[in-house]
């Protein structure tokens, strides 16, 4: 049938609407993974016990797919009392499953602080909260950057998963304005022309901030 201008114009501002809520779970999935990831890692350096749990869930989380994490938290926990909305259901799971990889991150962040300066911290009395706000994570996380950089694109093209419950991003606006005409040539040409604009030059900024951090 070929391309057709007036219909590719009439679906963007659709997708534009996906496109929000798409970058709405980009970002608060994205601060749910940094966060708890910092804390994975924080006790994976903590007392033994602790730690295997902790790894325990980690490799659990790792081992599983995506999809079934989003099914599980919103199909299956609802049969024993606990309804997640969709949206929030999301951005846990886009962040659970995101945190299990930035927990190595940042464990290598910290592995990469001198030991020197864990032993001067300690030559000072300083209380272990304060050697990880004032001391390790202040030279880990610059180091990390770029890595979690680059989680946060993944994350950003994985939200197309979460059709699956119900939230429409780019891609699910884009099948649902090429069902309405049985045309999809336009609807996910476009989509895939607005998940390339913002992941290749995040990707570059990526780039750009490993070269930064390999001269620091």
């Keep these: ?24 779970l980009t970002v608060l999935g994205s601060l749910v993974a940094f966060s708890l990831g910092l804390v994975f890692a924080v006790l994976l350096r903590g007392p033994r016990p602790v730690a295997i749990v902790v790894r325990g869930l980690i490799e659990f989380v790792r081992s599983t797919p995506l999809l079934v994490q989003v099914f599980f938290l919103f199909f299956v926990l609802p049969d024993i009392g606990i309804v997640i909305p969709p949206m929030v259901t999301g951005v846990i799971a886009l962040g659970l499953h995101y945190a299990t990889y930035t927990a190595d991150v940042y464990r290598a962040g910290v592995d990469a602080v001198p030991p020197g300066q864990w032993e001067a911290a300690t030559a000072l009395s300083l209380p272990r909260a304060r050697v990880w706000t004032g001391v390790v994570l202040p030279q880990a996380i610059p180091r990390v950057l770029p890595a979690l950089g680059n989680y946060v694109i993944s994350m950003f093209k994985e939200t197309p998963i979460l059709i699956a419950i119900t939230l429409l991003d780019i891609v699910g606006w884009a099948r649902e304005a090429g069902g309405r005409t049985f045309s999809y040539d336009e609807p996910y040409t476009i989509a895939g022309l607005l998940f390339l604009a913002l992941s290749y030059p995040a990707s570059l900024l990526v780039r750009r901030l490993e070269r930064r951090v390999g001269t620091i």
């Design 1 to 24: 049938m070929g391309w057709d201008w007036a219909f590719a114009f009439e679906v963007f501002p659709v997708l534009l609407q996906g496109l929000v809520l798409t970058l709405q």
